[in-house]
């Protein structure tokens, strides 16, 4: 980590920039020492005093006497104080909009899930108008139940889709139906009802599952990942020597349409025989016999296949040769240190994984093929929904103290 600012900067600018290292390290990481701080941030004791009294005063970290220090008394000499971010005081909305359910949660400072609502629907195309008013009504309920005087610093939303991010306009969303939807600014009018003002950001729910997994997950430390995310579609969040990968107009990283059997299925986005269209909800269903069934079904297509169910015995190798061939294309392409599957392929994965590694053995080169790892999601259900979040702190996070500041001014307005 650097944190002295390059040379040429204006003090004002080093002091920023500390601010901004100090707090995401205490957002990502959780209570931390002064002295761990003066460590790892490789500045003096009393630049770090002077910071935390900024953030301090600014409502986002409180200092607190360790608990071990407090139990020994005043003779255990001074001890390091601990800088704590502050969940209660300032949090963000995060919106997970999938194609058969809707997630909302209240997310504080440092990543704890402090309220959260959903919904589960039948499937189908809904459209953007329900979208908003169900989301309104959550919001409002975990409204009524946040701390006096909190402010919420930001806005995320993920959604299984082609996102223009500038403005929030959902391009393209093929299962959902949606062409062109102002999704961004829908949610700004619902917002702007209950006096929340923060900025929005509307973002594609693979890149945001492979924020989250990079940030506090399975990819924690990683440079190179990849995220996928299986539901009705699929879809992949990728991280470039530790950046995301975003393609020109942001849309970037579509693994799921690119086409791996042009003798298959027609997919919703008018291509035949895209990869979702072997490996996804429907695909699993249809292997298995159920070609109707709900989501649920795709469990009990994966318990069934533990005890030996010929069908869905079947299904699962279907499933976990289809894997092999298209995660042979994202190794031999990105070359990732870990791929990580989600959404629907988290409960899918452990039963097709020999089979996918079988495959992967003819499919991936060895050289990249010995290096990667395959991994189920390091926050289990809720990558997508923590990716949200952390989009929507990331303006906070980069600088605390402007961020704060003009968000107080309108909350006293
Ligand atoms: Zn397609």
């Known amino acids: 980590m650097t944190a002295a600012g390059t040379a040429g900067s ?131 309920e975990m409204l009524g139940r946040a701390e006096p005087g909190s402010v919420c610093v930001g806005v995320g939303v993920a959604i299984a889709a082609l996102v223009r991010e500038d403005d929030g306009q959902v391009r393209y969303a093929p299962n959902l139906g949606w062409v062109d939807e102002p999704l961004g600014t829908a949610l700004a009018d619902m917002l702007g009802e209950y006096g929340i003002k923060a900025r929005i950001a509307v973002g594609n729910d693979g890149d945001l599952g492979a924020l989250a997994e990079h940030v506090r997950g399975a990819a924690a430390g990683s440079s190179d990942a990849v995220y996928l995310t299986g539901e009705v579609g699929v879809g992949a969040g990728i991280i470039v020597g530790g950046e995301p990968l975003r393609g020109y107009g942001g849309y970037g990283g579509e693994i799921g349409h690119t086409v791996v059997n042009p003798a298959g299925r027609l997919c919703r986005c008018g291509a035949r025989g895209c990869w979702e269209t072997e490996i996804g909800e429907k695909a699993i269903l249809d292997a298995a016999g159920h070609p109707d069934g709900p989501r649920s079904t795709v469990s009990a297509v994966v318990a069934a296949s533990a005890e030996g169910d010929p069908r869905a015995l079947a299904a699962m190798r279907h499933v976990g040769e289809w894997l092999g061939i298209g995660v042979g294309n994202v190794i031999n392409i990105f070359n990732p240190e870990v791929v990580i599957f989600g959404g629907l392929l988290r409960d899918v994965f452990p039963a097709v994984e020999q089979q996918l590694r079988t495959t992967l053995l003819t499919t991936g080169l060895a050289a990249p093929r010995e290096q990667v790892r395959l991994v189920t999601p390091g926050l289990g259900a809720d990558s997508t929904l923590v990716g949200a979040a952390e989009r929507a702190f990331a303006p906070l996070l980069f600088d605390p103290i402007e961020v704060i500041s003009g968000l107080t001014a309108v909350a006293v307005d």
């Open 10 to 140: 204006t003090q004002d600018e080093v002091r920023r920039h500390n601010v901004s290292t100090l707090l995401r390290y205490v957002h990502v990481h959780g209570p931390t020492s002064r002295t761990e701080l003066t460590s790892v941030m490789q500045l003096n004791r009393s630049t770090i005093g002077a910071l935390t009294a900024d953030l301090t005063q600014a409502g986002l970290v409180r200092e607190e006497v360790p608990a071990r220090a407090r139990a020994a008394g005043t003779g255990a000499g001074r001890p390091s104080l601990v800088v704590c971010p502050r969940p209660e005081k300032v949090y963000v909305f995060a919106y997970d909009i999938g194609v058969d359910y809707l997630i909302a949660a209240r997310v504080g400072l440092g990543g704890s899930i402090l309220d959260r609502r959903e919904l589960h629907r039948l499937r189908g195309d809904y459209a953007l108008e329900d979208v908003t008013s169900h989301l309104g009504r959550f919001t409002a």
